[in-house]
């Protein structure tokens, strides 16, 4: 099977639906550290995507503030599984499998068998900051454009702060 490239996809569907968005160039980053460290943008405005796979079943992209993290008992919940069947795919499995490069992975589908649920906390971002497939570049949107074009469902996944 073809590699697909995540990225070519992302911004053909941002342009088929004429959605207005901003690539921004950078070095290559791989985590919300890095970016923070080396990406101009505000850390309050970055949306970071985790990859997740059902067991043998559809792909999960969970699409939350940079600072927070999954509550994966939330997560399963949202997709009707029990917490042992929500698998954290490989780097490797992500880049073969879907073409996102790691530290670039998007809230944007790029084939039919993938999920979007994105943290209610995120409503509180009107721009945010988010990968575009590719690591070496930041994808600029309005959370409403996202929301609309990914088809997420808004839910609290996001592990409660101590």
Known sequence: MERTNAYSVVIASLKDHQIAFTIHAHEAIRTVSDAEEKLLF?????????????????????????EDSVDYR????????????????????????LGYE???????????????????????????????GRNDRTLEIKLQDLLRLSQARVLPLAREQA
């Open 42 to 66: 505000p850390k309050t405005s970055f949306l970071k995507t985790i990859v997740f796979k059902i067991k043998h079943s559809s792909w999960i992209l969970a699409a939350l503030r940079g």
């Open 74 to 97: 939330k997560l399963a919940a949202a997709f009707g599984v029990k917490r042992d069947d929500i698998i954290r795919p490989s780097a490797e499995e992500i880049e073969a499998s």
């Open 102 to 132: 790691i530290g670039g992975v998007c809230p944007i589908p790029v084939q039919p068998d993938m999920e979007v649920v994105v943290d209610s906390n995120a409503l509180k971002m009107e721009q945010v900051y988010c990968g575009s």
